[in-house]
């Protein structure tokens, strides 16, 4: 004679899978009103809704006696699924379209002082999007894409950092609003440097000259030094870059030489004074 289950152990393991698909939904529903607070992305939220389809399906046909198929025809044959298939797919599937909606992606290209026509090709960008720095390397094309934006930063203003040799942004504090086609064109222009150098002048017996002309550059930048032979002179050059350098005393040259340009350490120039 076949075993049979008796009622009691039926409806023992109705409320197990009821309230293991209870607590699955509830955990769900809270993943899902923070989702956009949390900043989390699809791929985390897709791990999230297999354990509610997977109880959904358990509770409905296990429990529920319930009962489902879906049954489609392609070039390939026919495809039939079963109940528990079916809701698994259907809790999946709608899932992530309505998560879907909530996010974005923005597509930032990004340009040269020419215009839209000088595309950048290297560098990095880095945007602030909704309290999470993300970063990506700039393509071939010129552009990079930031994927899963949360909805709610849609036409706010968030800012956005390019790191590229020769370049940058013209005021990289201003942030940009993001527009309704969620395509930003960052225009980038020279960068501008400005390096303060300083050092000592003194002669070749070691005392200090006072009232020397340093020339940076070939008239790009000048100083005088004080009493004790120190100058300060700011040149819009790269640190690291060679430069010309003159000492004048009373019209004279009395050192003339290539420097690198650096703000440490202090240079220290030796001159010889001559016959005056």
């Known amino acids: 004679m076949p ?4 009622p009691p152990d039926t409806m023992k393991w109705v409320y197990i899978s009821g309230a293991a ?3 699955t939904l509830g955990a769900v529903a809270a993943f899902v009103l923070s989702a956009n607070r949390l900043r989390m992305p699809n791929g985390l939220f897709f791990v999230i809704l297999i354990p509610l389809g997977l109880t959904a399906a358990a509770f409905l046909f296990g429990a529920m006696r319930s009962h489902a198929t879906y049954k489609g025809t392609s070039s390939y044959g026919t495809l039939e699924l079963g109940g528990p298939v079916v809701v698994l797919c259907l809790v999946v599937l709608a ?3 309505a998560n879907s909606a909530e996010t974005f992606a923005l597509t930032v290209r990004v340009h040269g002082p020419g215009g839209v026509s000088e595309v950048v090709r290297e560098g990095r960008v880095t945007a602030d999007l909704g309290g999470v720095r993300r ?3 700039i393509g071939s094309e010129g552009e990079v894409v930031f994927g899963d934006v949360p909805a709610d930063l849609d036409g706010t203003a968030v800012r956005i950092f390019a790191t590229v ?4 942004r013209d005021s990289a504090a201003t942030p940009i609003t993001i527009p309704p086609s969620h395509v930003i064109e960052l225009g980038l222009v020279a960068q501008r440097y400005r390096t303060v150098m300083r050092g000592t002048v003194r002669d070749d ?3 200090v000259v006072s009232r020397a002309t340093i020339d940076v550059g070939a008239g790009a930048a000048t100083a005088v030094t004080d009493s004790a ?4 002179v700011a040149v819009e050059t790269a640190p690291g870059i060679a430069v010309p350098l003159t000492v004048s005393l009373q019209g004279r040259v009395v050192f003339d030489n290539t420097v690198t340009v650096a703000a440490e350490p202090p240079l220290r120039i030796v001159v010889t004074r001559g016959a005056p």
């Open 95 to 97: 899932g992530m379209k």
């Open 165 to 168: 040799p020769g370049l940058a």
């Open 205 to 207: 017996a070691g005392r």
């Open 135 to 137: 970063t990506a390397i």
């Open 3 to 6: 075993p049979t289950t008796s």
């Open 229 to 232: 032979g120190n100058f300060s």
């Open 21 to 23: 698909f209870v607590l």
